[in-house]
């Protein structure tokens, strides 16, 4: 299985700060790569896919860079509902794997 | 607007089979992928496998053995059935569409999430 691994685990910001979230992937992945939201008790939510490509209705503070085995989630201006765990996604090989999650939390 | 509905039982015993439904509200339904995800308690996201709208299935090996994934294009709902439970399996069952970008594919809306526990 291809092994995803997020870092940090997690961090503590404030409103209005810029954050940056880290995935490695154990292979290349190419650009096959989705970020997901989830909010505490909630289903996950789509973001970002192809690496980059902003989901319609998602603001625009959220970016997604990265290709091969290196992504990269970076939120500018953090909001107060911006406060969750979030998760990348392999979408190249079978099984689709995660990774283990980035909780931001109010600092 | 697309919703995604499970249902199921929520407990059940170790060995028993959990078996859980996904009714599929609005929108197209035969041009998509459906799958689904789960969560344990605390912990992070598993992909279980996927069915293609021509019937064709991917699981995860880890479950390969115990999984299968069936669609009904009539009622426009998809079914989970993992037998032979353990406590192991007690997490959060997420049904998911998966949309398709050529070969890209994400999980681009998602059901409310499943409660499932075994325990006896």
């Known amino acids: 299985d291809i092994q995803m691994t997020q870092s940090p685990s997690s961090l503590s910001a404030s409103v209005g700060d810029r954050v940056t979230i880290t995935c490695r992937a154990s292979?290349?992945?190419?650009?096959?790569l989705n970020w997901y939201q989830q909010r505490p008790g909630k289903a996950p939510k789509l973001l970002i896919s192809?690496?980059?490509s902003l989901q319609s209705g998602v603001p625009s503070r959220f970016s997604g860079s990265g290709s091969g085995t290196d992504f990269t989630l970076a939120i500018t201006d953090l909001q107060p509902e911006d406060f969750a765990t979030y998760y990348c996604?392999?979408?190249?090989?079978?099984?689709?794997?995660f990774g283990q999650g980035t909780k931001v939390e109010i600092k | 607007q697309v919703q995604l509905h499970p249902w199921g039982a929520g407990l059940l015993k170790p060995s028993e089979t959990l078996s859980v439904t996904c009714v599929v509200d609005?929108?197209?339904?035969?041009?998509?992928?459906w799958g689904w995800i789960r969560q344990p308690p605390g912990k992070g996201l598993e992909w279980i496998g996927e069915?293609?709208?021509?019937?064709?299935?991917d699981y995860n090996p880890s479950l390969e053995s115990r999984v299968i994934i069936s669609l009904d294009t009539s009622k426009r709902q998809f079914s989970l059935n993992l037998t032979s439970v353990t406590a192991a399996d007690t997490a959060v069952y997420y049904c998911?569409?998966?949309?398709?970008?050529?070969?890209?594919?994400?999980?681009?809306?998602w059901g409310r999430g499943i409660v499932v526990t075994v325990s006896s």
């Open positions: 609005g929108g197209p339904f035969t041009n998509y992928d």
């Open positions: 069915i293609e709208h021509g019937g064709h299935t």
């Open positions: 998911v569409r998966v949309t398709n970008w050529g070969s890209l594919e994400a999980f681009d809306i």
């Open positions: 192809d690496a980059s």
């Open positions: 292979q290349s992945v190419t650009t096959f």
């Open positions: 996604q392999q979408s190249y090989y079978i099984p689709r794997t």
